[in-house]
């Protein structure tokens, strides 16, 4: 069972930066995608970035693409950390952000509706105001 624990939303003025954080409580190479999602009031839930952790691959939104970086410690044993860096957030980067993993196989470019990952953290708020 994997266990997902975000952190580090907050309210930052467009053209800020800012990084979630969300704690991985399993062995990270036993998992094989780990991704952010966003949802915003009235929207549905999209994926904004995704990583292989096999490989290291990433796959990012295109509304995000060149802003945003995912990225995960690598390091033996249970505890693991996945990231977000947000920088020059727009007021439309505004929602819940979620992470979450897919324990499975195959390239993680696939695996982009929120249905396809089994773990979910419980979010964490990020507001950008103009």
């Known amino acids: 069972q994997v266990q997902l624990v975000e952190s580090g939303g907050g309210s930052v003025q467009a053209g800020g930066s800012l990084r979630v954080t969300c704690a991985v409580s399993?062995?990270?190479?036993?998992?094989?995608?780990l991704g952010w999602f966003r949802q915003a009031p009235g929207k549905e839930r999209e994926r904004v970035a995704a990583i292989q952790t096999r490989g290291g691959s990433t796959y990012y939104a295109d509304s995000v693409k060149g802003r945003f970086t995912i990225s995960t410690t690598s390091q033996d044993g249970a505890e693991n950390t996945l990231y977000l860096q947000m920088n020059s957030l727009k007021p439309e980067d505004t929602a819940m952000y979620y992470c979450?993993?897919?324990?499975?196989?195959?390239?993680?470019?696939?695996?982009?509706?929120?249905?396809?990952?089994?773990?979910w953290g419980q979010g964490t708020q990020v507001t950008v105001s103009s």
């Open positions: 979450a993993a897919q324990i499975g196989s195959g390239s993680c470019y696939w695996v982009r509706n929120w249905e396809q990952y089994s773990a």
């Open positions: 399993r062995y990270i190479y036993a998992i094989n995608c």
